[in-house]
């Protein structure tokens, strides 16, 4: 049995990019009709959320606006001049100034007619949103205070202190410290009991406030966390490393990462389909993470739709308006209004044969002739209310609140037998193919008849109210009050599968060539495989829940509470369910897009399809990056993804990163899986795909450099490095020094917490040799022989063509009592990818997939040839073929596995590596103790001689007295002696043997201090 919580992954299209601002954007929020951004240009601009177009900009910040809120027409926004703003969205005038903190404000939240806010100056406040007053101040944490939310009850900080603190609002005390970040927070959202926040350390953790426990974490980013929003048990986390990715919560599993923006991404919003970004590239983008668009919508209705049905090329609706509908499903229009001759609300509706029946409030069902629009029968017989009725050619089934379902004779209107058992109303009647008769009810069952009423089983499962049924073949689906569906073998009665996503009641669903369609009360339609248990989709659209569904050939048909209905496109699925050599989690459309974003086709598609804007092509929309025309590429797009029909091939040519976790999950048992499913139902082909997806890296690698590698391979290559002693600061803070091969100086500040900041640079090497080098590791030791590995391994290209990364040493924070660290590079190992060494497994893996990439290419040049041009085609076919001939032997895909240039590629990047020579750095801790550490620092030497001397001095001194002591003329138990013509007790005699004593003690503590500054002179001077 399938029993699973789904990966849902919607497509994900930027809809909009918005420009203006001369500076990074902060921060972005927004409300049903505008988004706010706020910016390092010390402004706020409001902006049209349908046309991206600016309406007003908001000045009076004298210093970059760091946060912005938005509720009830009233915008407040935090700046780095210490103050917050209340502006008046209608107008953009501000209404008042908020001072009162003493350092920058970082984050701004508002709740309930009350502003919080956080500063660097270590203080969370509350303020009143009407009056501006300073209401409490919380204090508690060490460093920054860098983010706060909070709803009517609490405040939930975030520090540089690498805690999170929750304070209760009316006392104004700290109720739970939240310890398990090891870096500095940068952002947390609230939402009910659960907090999410990230830090600077790339880890996302969520929380459970009630308990105060860590209960989950999210892995993927690889730089700092700037922001994250949760939308149910979606999230969505932004970051440095210019992505925003989308992961589901209970799972930990990123299900989408977006890109498009081109530096850090510092902001995020999300209102119903809406994601906005804000970003330091000085642009807000719009994104639309709604999966599909209804063909059509359908309006009518003056209320509600509560039931629809259809046969051959008519659809029926009706609903609380007293109306049967009939709609043309070949044109999709209205073809005629029948006035129902009864009030009733019209809870369900079957048509056979031009005749429609309807059901009603006063416990009867009317046949209504559609042509002749009248009543032709009455179904007489219920004791209450009528629900959901279905109907053949011979006989109709109907369903009450009586608790009863009645079978009739179609021509007659004869009661032919009435089924009992339900202990409460059954809702939803089906007929099957083998003439049984089933029945899904709110005392939560499923009752299979025979047509004499006798009960076959019982089929258990849900644990609510099951509002509809549908079969096919001999199996049948449930939608329940419970938010789940259910599938069941009714002749044996098995449990198939239990799907759960919908956020609220199911209410109907429909199934086609093993394809599910459910409607819920969440507003939305969700499309599921049943054979793997996979969300494949989600269609929004409708603005109140989904009541009805029916399908139509191709087209499923959706009636909602909002007086409308849509048309839909399902061919790609009832389609897809028939081809086993089909994609089992999700849909073409979202493979291309996928391997499009990642751009790593390997040579399979000429540059020019691989670009992030091809995803906004195939929706309809314009490019936003690019001065191209693409409109003349956009047909081949749906051909190309045609031909891509099974997850080996697209593992092949360039897998999603999403995927790609799915396999690791699952290799680490992380998945919860059933004792009867296996890798194969849930990944099947794709997962070959990625297995062999590393025998094509060296195809392409030799594809690209051709016969003389010493053209593309530099003579000699290495890195460089440099150093920053600014800690966690944020990364464009960093002032970066460059590493020599001479003595390094950083001062830092004394604090407890000491570190360095490398940023390692590899410049001249192709982009496709990176995937070989899997990571840097440079060894560091400081002078108390403490050794760190520092390693490097996630190098990201950046607009000059450079590589680069960032990683930090940790000093041990005793440094911090002292003035001066030492540190030194003792070693540098570079580690290659094992995976990609070129160590072949053999020919059978190759052959099997040559035939199908040479098949996969020509069909798609013809296509480039027919939409694009002949030109582009053949100038792709000459550039491959012409490298194949350069070294027709060595370019056979067979004889890849003996290689011998792929091993001397390797072998030639591996020897030409020369390992960089870094200097010392030399490390001065200054601060509050500053002053005293240069002052001793002055004096250790003068200190040295001066005591040195008192010492010998008083040694003289001391063998003199000794003299005196010993000398046998002297009466040693007398009570003075003489000595330099002076009169000394012999008790003084024993206090100057004690002092000069510890003066002995002193000189040894003095040369030893001489030794250790003679040793740090000469390494300075090495």
Request: net charge negative.
């Amino acid at each position: 049995m399938i029993n699973r919580k789904i990966y849902e992954v919607p497509n994900i299209v930027c809809k909009m990019k918005l420009e203006g601002h001369d500076s990074p954007i902060e921060d972005v929020n927004l409300d049903d009709e505008t988004i706010i951004s706020a910016s390092r240009d010390n402004t706020l601009r409001i902006w049209d959320k349908k046309s991206g177009e600016c309406l007003r900009i908001l000045k009076g910040h004298t210093d970059t606006v760091t946060s912005v809120v938005v509720e009830n027409g009233i915008i407040v926004s935090g700046s780095l001049d210490n103050s917050l703003r209340v502006w008046d969205k209608k107008t953009g005038e501000c209404i008042r100034v908020l001072t009162g903190h003493s350092e920058s404000v970082l984050d701004v939240a508002i709740n309930d007619g009350k502003i919080a806010s956080c500063s660097e100056d270590l203080t969370i406040r509350l303020w009143n949103l009407n009056t501006g007053d300073s209401i409490k101040t919380f204090k508690g944490h060490d460093r920054i205070v860098s983010s706060v939310v909070m709803n009517k009850d609490i405040i939930v900080s975030g520090s540089w202190d690498h805690t999170l603190k929750v304070w209760d609002i009316n006392s104004g005390e700290c109720i739970k410290t939240l310890i398990e970040h090891g870096d500095a927070i940068e952002c947390i959202f609230l939402e009910e009991d659960v907090v999410i926040s990230g830090d600077q350390a790339n880890i996302i953790m969520i929380w459970d406030i009630k308990v105060g426990k860590k209960v989950g974490e999210l892995i993927g980013h690889n730089r700092m966390i700037m922001d994250v929003v949760l939308d149910g048990n979606i999230a969505y986390t932004c970051s440095k490393d210019k992505t925003i990715k989308q992961w589901d919560i209970t799972t930990g599993v990123c299900l989408k990462s977006l890109e498009g923006h081109s530096d850090a991404v510092l902001g995020l919003a999300k209102k119903d389909n809406l994601i906005i970004s804000s970003s330091a590239d000085g642009t807000i983008r719009v994104w639309d993470d709604r999966s599909e668009n209804a063909i059509v919508t359908l309006r009518g209705h003056s209320d509600e739709v509560l039931a629809i049905a259809c046969d051959d090329d008519t659809l029926i609706s009706a609903g609380k308006d007293n109306l049967l509908k009939v709609w043309d499903l070949k044109s999709l229009t209205l073809r005629k209004d029948i006035p129902l001759p009864y009030k009733s609300w019209i809870w369900g509706l079957a048509l056979n044969n031009g005749k429609a029946v309807a059901s009603s409030d006063d416990g009867t069902y009317r046949i209504i002739d559609i042509d002749k629009e009248e009543v032709i029968n009455k179904l007489e017989g219920h004791k209450s209310g009528t629900y959901r009725v279905v109907a053949n050619d011979d006989i109709i089934v109907t369903a009450s609140w009586d608790n009863t379902v009645r079978i009739w004779d179609f021509n007659s209107g004869e009661c032919l037998e009435v089924f009992k058992g339900h202990t409460y109303s059954p809702y939803s009647p089906a007929i099957t193919n083998n003439n049984k008769i089933l029945s899904g009810s709110s005392d939560t069952n499923i009752r299979v008849w025979d047509l004499k009423g006798n009960k076959l089983r019982v089929l258990k499962g849900h644990t609510d109210e099951i509002f509809h049924i549908a079969t096919e073949g001999d199996i049948v689906v449930s939608a329940s009050a419970d938010k789940s569906i259910k599938a069941f073998n009714f002749n044996t009665g098995e449990l198939i599968a239990s799907l759960e996503g919908h956020k609220d009641q199911v209410l109907t669903i429909q199934i086609k060539n093993g394809i599910i369609f459910s409607g819920s009360l969440d507003h939305t339609i969700k499309v599921w495989d049943l054979k793997t248990g996979i969300c494949l989709n989600t269609f929004e659209g409708h603005e109140q829940g989904v009541k009805d569904l029916t399908i139509y050939k191709d087209k499923l048909i959706s009636a909602s509470y909002d007086n409308t209905m849509m048309v839909w496109d399902i061919s790609n699925y009832i389609r897809k369910s028939t081809d086993t050599s089909m994609s089992e989690i999700t849909t073409d459309q979202d493979t291309l897009i996928a391997q499009l974003q990642m751009g790593r086709t390997h040579n399979i598609l000429p540059k020019k399809l691989v670009r992030p804007d091809l995803i906004r092509m195939i929706y309809g929309l314009e490019p936003l990056d690019s001065e191209e025309d693409y409109d003349s590429n956009a047909p081949i797009l749906s051909s190309i993804r045609g031909l891509v029909k099974n997850w080996r091939k697209v593992g092949r040519i360039g897998h999603a990163p999403w995927l790609h976790q799915l396999f690791h999950l699952f290799k680490e048992d992380k998945l919860e899986l059933e004792e009867d499913e296996s890798l194969k139902t849930i990944l099947n082909d794709f997962m070959v795909g990625v297995g062999e997806s590393e025998n094509l890296y060296w195809l392409g690698l030799l594809r690209t450099i051709g016969p003389n590698p010493s053209l593309y391979i530099p003579e000699h290559w290495s890195f460089k490095m440099a150093f920053s002693g600014q800690g966690p600061a944020p990364l464009e803070e960093f002032e970066w020094h460059p590493l020599g091969p001479g003595i390094n100086n950083m001062e830092l500040e004394d604090r407890t917490e000491t570190a360095l900041v490398f940023k390692a640079t590899i410049k001249n090497i192709p982009e496709w040799i990176m995937p070989l080098i899997k990571a840097i590791v440079v060894q560091l030791k400081d002078d108390r022989g403490d050794i760190q590995d520092v390693q490097f391994n996630d190098f990201i290209l950046d607009e000059e063509g450079n590589w680069s990364d960032i990683a930090m040493f940790k000093i041990d924070s005793g440094y911090s009592m002292e003035p001066i660290a030492f540190v030194d590079v003792t070693d540098i190992n570079i580690i290659y990818n094992p995976a990609l060494e070129p160590d072949f497994r053999g020919s059978e893996i190759i052959d099997g997939i040559r035939t199908e990439l040479d098949e996969f290419k020509r069909k798609i040049f013809q296509l480039i040839e027919k939409r694009i041009g002949k030109e582009v085609s053949q100038e792709l076919e000459t550039k491959i073929s012409t490298k194949r001939k350069d070294d027709a032997k060595e370019f056979r895909l067979e004889n890849l596995k003996n290689s011998t240039k792929a091993k001397h590629i390797f072998n030639l990047i591996k020897t030409r590596f020369r390992e960089p020579r870094f200097g010392t750095i030399k490390i001065k801790i200054g601060g509050t103790k500053a002053f005293m550490d240069k002052f001793l620092e002055f004096l250790e030497p003068k200190f040295i001689f001066i005591s040195s001397g008192t010492t010998i001095a008083s040694s003289i001194l001391l063998i003199l007295t000794y003299t005196v002591i010993f000398n046998p003329e002297l009466n040693l138990m007398g009570t003075e002696f003489n000595l330099f013509g002076e009169t000394y007790l012999f008790t003084e005699i024993i206090v100057y043997i004690l002092v000069y004593g510890f003066l002995i003690i002193f000189l040894l503590i003095s040369i030893i201090s001489w030794i250790k500054y003679q040793r740090k002179k000469k390494k300075q001077q090495a």
